[in-house]
């Protein structure tokens, strides 16, 4: 068993990312994280070059260009001042896809949270805006917290935790819990009691008594998954919404309660799966008015406690 402990921070080194960088440092502070990793990936100036087009600058030319550029990067970054933190810093740059880097980065440091911000008003710019973030919470390893611009990072009074009895549930419950402990705060549980499609085709019973008996085991299951989950001690209110699609639930309660964090989980066991089924966690992701941890199927919470108060 281990705390949380590494934090990884992509920055584009503009003033969005700047904020980005601030809040990774209020968030190490609030959870006691050890670590933060801050990467910059250099992209965009050279897009074009490496897509073989006729016009494409030759290999030589795109080595040193961009050799240059990461140069010029990390010493940006040492040269950036950060708010008094408590948690070692370390910095690098690379240059590639920032999806893909971001990725690769968070495994080789064994990171145990990402954390990226994004931009727009709306549920339609911040799908456009925000394709970063959209990305790494398909590929990545572990969860990826989003923060947009303007948004209050901390401290988690209030979380709301979506929950759908998946194998992910566990982590999404146990994540959520440790956020709201490190704060003393409160975690308000929401699940989507969505009705069979087929009960007019049942054989026992009427259709109504039939959703009824599956509401019930359905409540049953989420009681016994809180009951049974770890942090026992954080306060837990658990509410079963017979709506649909969830997504719409979800967005719908987070704009009512207003909580400090909405945590969410991912659907497949891989990025292709993620991409097709995921799309409860984008929209989550992309239209509530709060900073979104998004947490992969595969994630084993169970390896980490709780950050220390």
Not at 157 to 177: C, F, K, M, N
Not at 195 to 220: D, F, N
Request: hydrophobic share 45%; charged share 20%; with cysteine.
């Amino acid at each position: 068993m281990k705390n949380l402990e590494t934090l990884l921070v992509g920055t584009d080194l503009s003033d969005r990312g700047r904020i980005g960088l601030e809040a990774a440092v209020t968030l190490a502070n609030e959870l006691n994280l050890s670590r933060i990793h801050v990467l910059h990936v250099v992209d965009l100036p050279l897009r074009s070059a490496v897509l073989g087009l006729p016009y494409a600058l030759p290999t030589a030319v795109v080595d040193t260009l961009s050799k240059s550029l990461i140069e010029d990067a990390e010493k940006r970054l040492a040269q950036h001042q950060f708010p008094e933190c408590r948690a070692e810093i370390t910095r690098t740059a690379a240059y590639g896809i920032p999806a893909e880097q971001i990725t690769k980065a968070a495994e080789e440091v064994g990171a145990d949270l990402i954390l990226v911000t994004s931009r727009g008003l709306g549920g339609v710019s911040r799908f456009v805006l925000g394709s970063l973030a959209n990305s790494l919470i398909r590929t990545a390893h572990c969860p990826v917290l989003v923060i947009r611009e303007g948004e209050k990072l901390g401290p988690f009074s209030s979380v709301l935790a979506a929950v759908d009895l998946s194998p992910v549930s566990a982590s999404v419950l146990r994540l959520a819990r440790a956020m709201a402990a490190a704060c003393q705060g409160e975690v308000r549980v929401v699940s989507c009691f969505e009705h069979p499609l087929l009960l007019g085709a049942t054989s026992t019973g009427h259709p109504h008594e039939v959703v009824e008996e599956l509401g019930s085991r359905h409540r049953e299951a989420l009681e016994e998954l809180v009951a049974s989950g770890p942090w026992a001690e954080v306060p837990t209110q658990v509410e079963v919404v017979e709506k649909s699609p969830p997504a719409q639930v979800l967005v719908d309660v987070a704009n009512m309660l207003t909580p400090d964090l909405v945590v969410v989980g991912t659907s497949g066991r891989n990025a292709w799966r993620r991409m097709l089924l995921g799309s409860t966690a984008s929209r989550v992701l992309n239209e509530v008015p709060c900073p979104v941890l998004v947490v992969p199927y595969d994630f084993e919470a169970g390896s980490h406690d709780a950050p220390a108060a």
